[in-house]
């Protein structure tokens, strides 16, 4: 995503923003800093019965008991500092170094309640998992968000993989941080069950439960999800390689579109290029070296000052002029989708123009063509023809000195906007609009108006906080959905459209587009597993009645009754189900 912008100059701006590219290296650098792996070392396995529900889908490691965790939380809550040593103790201050919301006292207690519940809890690598924890509360810090957030994000697997419950996090950092915390959780399941049945494989599937994902839990828990993925890809090197390619494949189908339709494009690329280095590890490596040699920075550097010259004398005003370069992602696709080779892409060196006025943009037009020469057929004029989705800008391909393909985006400051976070979103116009329920697009635009909200406030503010050094001392917090969002669920009316629901049947997941006061009836008929001898759970709760309407994100679960001579036995087989086969309790409730 774009540096957000404050206001026209008729000079070079005194602040340089920052570029995409930079923006990149500060997220590789942080990532350098900390490297660990991406899951927890596996303990020994408790001994329990084998499992016939999700939530048992694998035993969990043997642990402190969740009162011990729970004290041991408590106790750091009360002495308001971590008990973990010169370890956790470098970390906060790592931490504190690079962000200083994590100065901020619920923070801190956060990051103390962390430690205490992960204490001895180690990944892959050896790091301990409290530095999993941390780094992705800092990935959460560079995009601007909140103590509240920030503090979710530290605490995002206490509740899974610690033993703490939802009451305790309430209690201690409010209800607000429980429900993020509980969100996380939600996706963590949603996403282990989507691993176990292959549903990245399955485009259309895949795509209903990335809109299962936006439409069911706070639109920030996503985002917390998205940064503990991000850093789990960045650190998944210690796993073995079918579990890598595994994660990999789910990366790539489900959690890179879901950053794209955020409008979070860094952490999108990110997540593509991860991804592909695990799926296609020969490939990337041949793409990678082609493209250090291929692309050529001190071009982009050129013809960006170039231009800022250029319109300086003209006496245009201007918000920024930067470079941007196509991911290697994005170019491994489109080689393959259009077979072709490397220096037939047209779009892999870029530049942006962001101007005050629709009439500045035909002005800038004009120097771009008067400073290169233009590629014939390679110029599309969006603002006087908008697409049907009401994206807007001028898109022009020319020759640089070096004979080398440039392309260059003109559009004023609200097209900028609209295209990042309004109806011309850019995960719309490249992926196209599938027919999907009414809350989806006005969720993505929610949360999109507030990642940018964010960064123009930053901006704002402070001129210059967009870059590294600076970003990392501003605190903001993130408004509330139903405070502030003009697409807020409370605004809203019915609309007779489809929902989604989760069905699980014999350990496999599928992703349900249903109508709407469509029963539970209604779908084991369609799904052709009406039978009255099923034990039915609908979001971990046994039901009895078939004629119950499905609301979206319902999670329905059949049970097939154990087929047991003796009575007793039956009895404690059903006993079983009911005690262990549910759901967690947390789950969706």
Not at 569 to 575: K, L, S, T
């Amino acid at each position: 995503m774009p540096p957000a912008i404050a206001g026209p100059v008729k000079c070079r701006p005194h602040h340089r923003i920052v570029s995409p590219q930079r923006a990149s290296a500060a997220l590789d650098s942080l990532s350098a800093r900390g490297r660990v792996s991406a899951e927890p070392r596996a303990p020994k396995r408790c001994r329990s019965p084998p499992s016939l529900s999700i939530s048992r889908a694998a035993d969990p490691p043997c642990r402190s008991s969740p009162t011990a965790t729970a004290r041991r939380a408590r106790a750091a809550v009360a002495v308001g500092s971590d008990g973990g040593g010169r370890s956790s103790a470098a970390l906060l201050a790592g931490a504190q170094a690079r962000h200083a919301i994590f100065r901020n006292e619920l923070v801190g207690r956060a990051f103390s309640v962390a430690e205490a519940a992960h204490r001895g809890q180690v990944r892959a690598s050896g790091d301990p998992y409290l530095q999993h924890c941390v780094e992705t509360a800092a990935l959460l810090a560079e995009l601007g968000a909140g103590p509240d957030v920030v503090a979710a994000g530290l605490l995002h697997d206490t509740v899974d993989d610690a033993g703490l419950d939802y009451g305790f996090i309430s209690e201690q950092f409010g209800a607000g941080v429980a429900e993020l915390v509980k969100g996380v959780s939600n996706l963590s399941h949603l996403s282990k069950l989507a691993r176990r049945n292959n549903t990245a494989s399955r485009t259309d599937e895949a795509d209903r439960l990335r809109r299962v994902f936006l439409a069911t839990v706070d639109a920030r828990a996503v985002l917390i999800k998205l940064a503990d993925r991000l850093h789990n890809m960045r650190t998944l090197d210690s796993l073995p390689k079918i579990k890598q390619q595994c994660f990999a494949k789910e990366t790539l189908e489900i959690f890179a579109p879901l950053a794209n339709q955020l409008g979070i494009l860094n952490w999108k690329e990110q997540l593509e290029n991860l991804s592909f280095r695990y799926l296609n590890p020969d490939k990337y490596e041949e793409l990678s070296t082609n493209l250090l040699e291929f692309y050529n920075r001190d071009m982009i550097a050129a013809a960006t000052r170039r231009l800022e010259q250029a319109l300086e004398v003209r006496g245009l005003s201007f918000y920024t002029v930067y470079g941007r370069q196509k991911s290697m992602y994005s170019i491994y696709s489109k080689m393959r989708r259009k077979k072709i080779a490397m220096d037939e892409i047209y779009d892999i060196h870029g530049v942006r123009v962001i101007l005050e006025n629709k009439s500045d943009c035909f002005a800038a037009l004009e120097i771009v063509h008067h400073l290169w020469p233009r590629i014939p057929g390679r110029f599309k004029d969006y603002i006087k023809s908008p697409k049907t989705n009401g994206y807007q800008s001028l898109h022009t391909v020319v020759f640089t000195e070096e004979i080398v393909p440039l392309e260059i985006q003109i559009r004023t400051r609200d097209m900028h906007l609209q295209a990042e976070f309004g109806i011309a979103a850019h995960w719309r116009y490249k992926e196209g609009v599938r027919n999907c329920f009414w809350s989806v697009p006005e969720r993505v635009e929610w949360i999109r108006w507030v990642v940018t909200w964010q960064r123009e406030s930053l901006h704002m503010e402070h001129p210059s906080s967009l870059a590294p050094d600076t970003l990392r001392c501003d605190i903001h917090t993130i408004p509330l959905e139903s405070d502030v969002s003009p697409f807020s669920d409370s605004k809203r009316s019915d609309h007779n459209t489809s929902i989604l629901v989760i069905l699980l049947e014999d350990e496999k997941m599928s992703v349900q587009e249903v109508p709407q006061n469509f029963t539970i009836l209604d779908l084991l008929k369609r799904a052709c597993c009406y039978d009255t001898q099923l034990r039915l759970r609908l979001n971990c709760h046994v039901t009895h009645n078939w004629n119950q309407e499905l609301k979206m994100g319902d999670v329905l679960e059949l049970i097939p009754l154990t087929p047991c001579k003796s009575g007793g036995y039956m009895r404690e087989c059903n006993q079983m189900c009911d005690h262990r086969l549910a759901i967690s309790q947390s789950w969706l409730s």
